[in-house]
């Protein structure tokens, strides 16, 4: 995947950004070494820090999550949450699911965090609202839906974080499925009247939205 950001800057940006602590670190480090192609599904620093932001700026309380590969964003928002706050994370991969478990049983803020394991959609179905911060990092094909099923969820003045939307810079021509199904992503939520949002050019792209505010 190209690299939206040169790597001087990325690095620049993370040495100037809040340092991840040991145990996230140590995460990070496993993910890398074990899950091959894969770990570069991990969200990394500089986005945890803008979804942990997120979290405490907002004060939630409760937080969605579609997608939760090996439990870095999760660990990364629930430290952000008071300790009577809730992470619900949706994943359908056992082996991950098991790898991210551990960590939470390691960390403080482990126990904040519920793990729904099955297809995000169904387990959306199951869920009530209100949830202060959404994030949607799973399969691209689905984002749309998972998109139009979270929204009824999300608090009047929450927030949903969604990663990947410039995948890798192939919006601009996209040539594969999960370039062409961003691609249409961002053009829903473009169109949206419902809400405002923002795209972040934070590694592989950030949107950032939230409900449209109706006039009083």
């Not at 619900?88 to 482990?110: L, M, Q, W």
Request: proline share 6%; charged share 20%.
């Amino acid at each position: 995947m190209a690299k939206i950001v040169k790597h001087k800057m990325e690095r620049y940006a993370a040495a100037h950004s809040t340092p991840l602590p040991p145990l996230l670190e140590e995460l990070v480090a496993e993910t890398n070494e074990t899950m091959g192609p894969r770990a570069g599904m991990l969200s990394g620093q500089l986005v945890g820090n803008v979804l942990q932001t997120l979290v405490a700026t907002t004060r939630a309380e409760r937080v969605l999550e579609i997608g939760m590969f090996t439990g870095f964003s999760a660990l990364m928002m629930a430290a952000a949450l008071p300790e009577h706050g809730k992470l619900v994370s949706c994943d359908i991969n056992p082996e991950t699911i098991a790898f991210a478990k551990r960590y939470f049983e390691r960390s403080p803020h482990g126990h904040k965090i519920e793990v729904c394991e099955g297809p995000a959609l169904d387990t959306l179905k199951t869920l009530d609202g209100p949830f202060d911060v959404v994030f949607i990092d799973a399969d691209k094909p689905n984002y749309t839906a998972y998109y139009e099923a979270s929204l009824p969820l999300l608090a009047p003045h929450g927030a949903i974080a969604v990663d990947n939307v410039l995948w890798g810079g192939n919006v601009l021509d996209p040539q594969d499925d999960n370039a062409r199904a961003i691609v249409a992503f961002n053009d829903h939520v473009q169109r949206d009247e419902r809400v405002t949002n923002l795209l972040l050019t934070v590694r592989d792209g950030l949107m950032v939205i939230r409900r449209q505010e109706q006039p009083s």
